[in-house]
């Protein structure tokens, strides 16, 4: 009896612990703004929707000063990029990274939570050699600028790639990086290993579904009950292509010795439409994945390699970016409509954990 009572107790704190827990805005869960579009919400529209939300950090690919004021005392984290066509000046000339940093950070911090600033997108796998040489010259001159503010510890810097600087990812344990990009990511690696800043990665399952179109491939890039995957390197098993896909990232930095940097998923998201030639764009497939994302990283449990933890993250994107070049898909991302209305719902209303945390409460 004392035992089951003990238990009972466990569960009880548990779900009251869960429950304020999700009441509020989760650090963890996060969410790209991109503003290729003309038909998006106000500022002040946008930062009330995100506060109504428990989404914690927003990503913007610039520096729209506009939406940067709106989420003053909000609290919510903000990430801010230098662009690719940044890089050189950033790179050559102090000067211009001291600039950059008056201009897009010190008029609102801290009053604007900016948290990260990324320096570049997806250069190392952009093929220019040029930019790739500079990338790392660049955040270290950003970084200077900061620490000459005493800002080096409260705001990091990185950049963000794409799941292609991997070479190898599959099993995850085989995770490894392309040789050619090597020495310039090694230096990166120390630049971000002494300043304790993020690894930056966009995975996409959606991507991974599109070249292997089959169900059970579906299931396991949607977090859906499917039979799994063993790692044959180490005997772990994936449920979900997304902790392999993270994984496989964790791997490839444990090869270089850097096992102890952060991995923060800047992007990662599922289309709800798309051109008919593209293979799982949908509003359900959309509604799963981001959905069952959200409860994998609300339970805390991690990735077979990284157990325990939640890998902060990104969801692309607020909104569809009507604008956008390419695919059909690459304009239907969006978790919410232009008209602030959600596109679906995947449990990140306020009020709707409100009402599970009374739920849960009253059927205990
Ligand atoms: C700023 O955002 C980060 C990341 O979401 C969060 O951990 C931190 O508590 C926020 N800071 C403030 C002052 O609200």
Redesign the pocket.
Known sequence: MATTSNLSFLLYLTLIATSLYFAD?Q?FI?VNYGQVADNLPPPDATANLLKSTSI??VRLYGADPAIIKALANS????TIGAANGDIPSLASDQNSATQWVNSNVLPYY?AS?I?LITVGNEVMTSGDNGLISQLVPAIQNVQNALNSVSLGGNIKVSSVHSMAVLTQSDPPSSGSFDPNLKNTLKQLLEFQKENKAPFTINPYPFFAYQSDPRSETLAFCLFQPNSGRVDSGNGKLYTNMFDAQVDAVHSALSGMGFEDIEIVVAETGWPTRGDNNEVGPSVENAKSYNGNLITHLRSLVGTPLMPGKSIDTYIFALYDEDLKPGAGSERAFGLYKTDLSVAYDVGLDKSSQKVNKLKSLFFY
Do not use: A, L, V
């Open positions: 805005s650090s996060g914690g950090k609290g919510i984290g903000i801290p939570n948290t």
